[in-house]
Structure formats: structure tokens, C-alpha cells
């Protein structure tokens, strides 16, 4: 069984500060993902990193693979309002004929 | 269509009955997900159908659960004989064959009362 856990759950921060979000597995992913969902829409997919090691950056989020590609985080400089949502993270597992497992998700909160 | 789409967007019945959630894939995706998301809470895995293999039905929850994919293309996900714990939003995801992004549909919102 290939689980991943996210921290922190819950996270509620203040307009302009930064966050992280980490995401880890006992398993060697293919591949992760990290997907925003807001209040009744499905997740939409943000980034997908393949390369242990590899950083990729969107705007103002910055998404880490760990080198032995059991391990992500997402980082979030001066954060807004907008980014408000459910950050969730998925693996997908070769093994698993890339079947995607996800993560329980961290709900981030930015205040005003 | 563009994206992924579920039927019914909210569906309220009594418990006991049997209801039916339906997904259209984007044409050509040949994996196709289904998922279950309680109010607050990270997504659940349900079901996996990938082409013509056989479905991974590890996720699903117990046997008034079933989920079918006809012609790999429509998938229906029924539960029998409903119960207060089902209600939840139920997403489907499909992805390309050799793709790794899945695209959800918005959901179908169950509520047994």
C-alpha cells in the first residue's frame, strides 16, 4: 500500500506571509503532482515533477521533489488571498501501472 | 465535450435507495478514476479503469459499491441500498493513456437523508 502524507492539515496565514506544504511516502514515486481544489470545483492540477531533486517554480509557488523522489513540498512566497484553497498531492507509481494515489490535502487560508 | 463531465451536480435521495453517478471521460482518456471526498477531507480512491484491463476496485468501500466502464468510454458508479455515510462528492478523473495529469470533473454532491 503506497500512502502519502501531507502536513500541516490545516494551515491559516496572513496576507504577505509564506508557507510550505510538505507531502511525503515510504514509496519512490514516478512521478507527483501537486493540484489546487477551491470550494466546488474539482482539483485542477498545478505542476508535475518528475526528476529527483528537480524544483520548478509557478509565479509565486515553488514545488520541490526530493532527490530520492519519495518527498515534495510546496512553497508559497507572500501569499494572497486567491491561493486560499485545498493544495493536494498525488503520486503516481509505475508499479501501480501509474494509478495516482493521493495525499489528504492541506486546506491553506490567507486572510486579508 | 472539453473537460470531464458528471450527472447529476447534486443528487438527494432517502436511505435505502440505490443511486446512479454518472461520468463522461474526455474522448480518448483510457484511465478513468473515481474518487470520494467527505465534506473538509482529502480525496478517497474508489475505482480504476485503465483500457481493457481489469478495474483496481481496492478503494471501494464495500459491496453496495459498483462501478462499470462501457466501451471504455462512460463510466457509471452505483451504490445499493444507500446509507447516511455515503453522502459525500463523489469526482471522477480521466487521463490520457501515457499522460500523467488528471483532469476531474466538478463532482456530484450526494446527500442521504
Known amino acids: 500500500t503506497q500512502l502519502l502524507e501531507q502536513s500541516p492539515q490545516f494551515l491559516s496565514i496572513q496576507e504577505g506571509e509564506n508557507l510550505t506544504v510538505y507531502c511525503n511516502s515510504s514509496s519512490v514515486f514516478s512521478s507527483l503532482q501537486w493540484y489546487r481544489q477551491e470550494p466546488g470545483e474539482g482539483p485542477v492540477l498545478l505542476v508535475t515533477?518528475?526528476?529527483?531533486?528537480e524544483v520548478k517554480k509557478l509565479k509565486r509557488l515553488t514545488f520541490q521533489f526530493g532527490d530520492a523522489r519519495k518527498d515534495s513540498s510546496l512553497h508559497i512566497t507572500a501569499a494572497q488571498p486567491g491561493d486560499t484553497g485545498l493544495y493536494l498531492c498525488a503520486g503516481a507509481y509505475r508499479s501501480n501501472d501509474y494509478k495516482l494515489s493521493f495525499g489528504a490535502g492541506t486546506t491553506v487560508t490567507v486572510r486579508a | 465535450g472539453a473537460g470531464v463531465s458528471q450527472s447529476p451536480s447534486n443528487k438527494v435521495t432517502e436511505k435505502g435507495k440505490d443511486v446512479e453517478l454518472r461520468c463522461d471521460p474526455i474522448s480518448g482518456h483510457t484511465a478513468l478514476y473515481w474518487y470520494r471526498q467527505s465534506l473538509g477531507q482529502g480525496l478517497e480512491f474508489l475505482i480504476y479503469f485503465q483500457g481493457n484491463s481489469a478495474p483496481d476496485k481496492s478503494g471501494l468501500p464495500s459491496d453496495r459499491f459498483s462501478a462499470e466502464r462501457t466501451g471504455g468510454s462512460v463510466s457509471t458508479l452505483t451504490i445499493q441500498r444507500t446509507q447516511q455515510e455515503d453522502s459525500a462528492v463523489y469526482l471522477c478523473?480521466?487521463?490520457?493513456?501515457?499522460?500523467?495529469?488528471?483532469?476531474f470533473g466538478q463532482g456530484t454532491r450526494l446527500t442521504v437523508v
Open positions: 515533477v518528475v526528476t529527483g531533486g
Open positions: 478523473a480521466t487521463r490520457a493513456g501515457g499522460g500523467t495529469e488528471a483532469f
